[in-house]
């Protein structure tokens, strides 16, 4: 079946850096874009980045542009999101998510089941 | 940005009432609007994309209709595991924005 596990979360202190992992099985990972959404405690979802099924078009959110960034290793079916220059604001729940399909532009149809990021001094 | 609003924020209800819930778009965003479940400590689950198409095992008592920038999800009749927390996400244009989410309990 259909697994998403996202790992390398934890409690990071604001400027420093850490590098979220999702990897996945049960699925041809080349037919979906690759998508993260996060979710600050208590509120809603915020939708962070994707990646389309080849590693050719990346776009993430204006709050984390520059900060930020989306990869995918086809190889290990797995998918990355590099978070340099932490603030506080950005301590969440970060799931990962498949694409419906191959092209950005579609609903995350399988989710993780989350990894928390808590970025305190 | 699309700016995605959701109506009502919270609802309280009974075990199989009719449950609708709106969701508007800033802007014509066609039908590329989805429905997402989430119940506490747990993941959303994708339930309506497409407007109205109904995902892989989702029961049928779930179902979406509209589109430009207004829509509707309904819940035909309510069931306890139905108690949860609901989004609309548009997938037109990026930033893919996700509603404030209507919560629903009895």
């Known amino acids: 079946q259909v697994q998403l596990v996202e790992s390398g979360g934890g409690v990071v202190q604001p400027g420093r850096s850490l590098r979220l992992s999702c990897a996945t099985s049960?699925?041809?990972?080349?037919?979906?874009?690759m998508t993260w959404v996060r979710q600050a405690p208590g509120k809603g979802l915020e939708w962070v980045a994707v990646?389309?099924?080849?590693?050719?078009?990346?776009y993430v959110a204006d709050s984390v542009k520059g900060r930020f960034t989306i990869s995918r290793e086809n190889s290990k079916n797995t998918v990355f999101l590099q978070m340099n220059s932490l603030r506080p604001e950005d301590t969440a729940v970060y799931y990962c998510?498949?694409?419906?399909?191959?092209?950005?532009?579609?609903?995350?149809?399988?989710w993780g089941q989350g990894t928390l990021v808590t970025v305190s001094s | 940005d699309i700016q995605m609003t959701q109506s009502p924020s919270s609802l309280s209800t009974s075990v199989g009432d009719r449950v609708t819930i709106t969701c508007q778009a800033s802007?014509?965003?066609?039908?590329?609007l989805s429905w997402y479940q989430q119940k506490p400590g747990k993941a959303p689950k994708l339930l309506i994309y497409?407007?109205?198409q109904l995902d892989t095992g989702a029961p049928s008592r779930f179902s979406g209709s509209g589109s430009g920038t207004s829509f509707t999800f309904t819940i035909s009749s309510l069931q306890p595991e139905d108690i949860a927390t609901y989004y609309c996400?548009?997938?037109?244009?990026?930033?893919?924005?996700f509603g404030p989410g209507t919560k629903v309990d009895v």
């Open positions: 998510a498949r694409g419906r399909t191959t092209t950005n532009f579609s609903p995350q149809d399988s």
């Open positions: 049960g699925f041809t990972f080349t037919n979906h874009a």
């Open positions: 990646i389309s099924y080849d590693g050719g078009n990346k």
């Open positions: 802007q014509d965003i066609g039908h590329y």
């Open positions: 497409d407007e109205s």
């Open positions: 996400q548009q997938y037109d244009d990026l930033p893919f924005t």
